[in-house]
Nanobody, 120 residues
Framework: QVQLVESGGGLVQAGGSLRLSCAAS????????AAWYRRAPGKERELVAS???????NYADSVKGRFSISRDNAKNTVYLQMNSLKPEDTAVYYC??????????????WGQGTQVTVSS
């Protein structure tokens, strides 16, 4: 069974940093495109950052210059480095990835979500 397991969330003061990890497990060949989304209380889910299989990246305007998405293909893991955190970054963060399985079937998966809380 293929899963995305997120980790790294927590409580941090404004101005601090966190690094989220999203590890794919199971019988997989590789991760294609991947992205981080977030949902803040009372708000719709929004795309935070994305990375292609060729490591091209894209960011929401609200996080440009503060967040960085990266990937380690050997570990089948995608990261989100978050610096200069603000209270408005408080949300549940979700990883989304297109995964190529061992049998070459491609499926899309979501992680379970990890809470990030930034105190002022």
């Amino acid at each position: 069974q293929v899963q995305l397991v997120e980790s790294g969330g927590g409580l941090v003061q404004a101005g601090g940093s966190l690094r989220l990890s999203c590890a794919a497990s199971g019988r997989i060949f590789r991760i294609n495109d991947a992205a981080w989304y977030r949902r803040a209380p009372g708000k719709e889910r929004e795309l935070v950052a994305s990375i292609t299989s060729g490591a091209n990246t894209n960011y929401a305007d609200s996080v440009k210059g503060r967040f960085s998405i990266s990937r380690d293909n050997a570990k089948n893991t995608v990261y989100l480095q978050m610096n200069s955190l603000k209270p408005e970054d408080t949300a549940v963060y979700y990883c989304n990835a297109e995964i190529v399985r061992i049998n070459m079937v491609i499926t899309t998966h979501w992680g379970q979500g990890t809470q990030v809380t930034v105190s002022s």
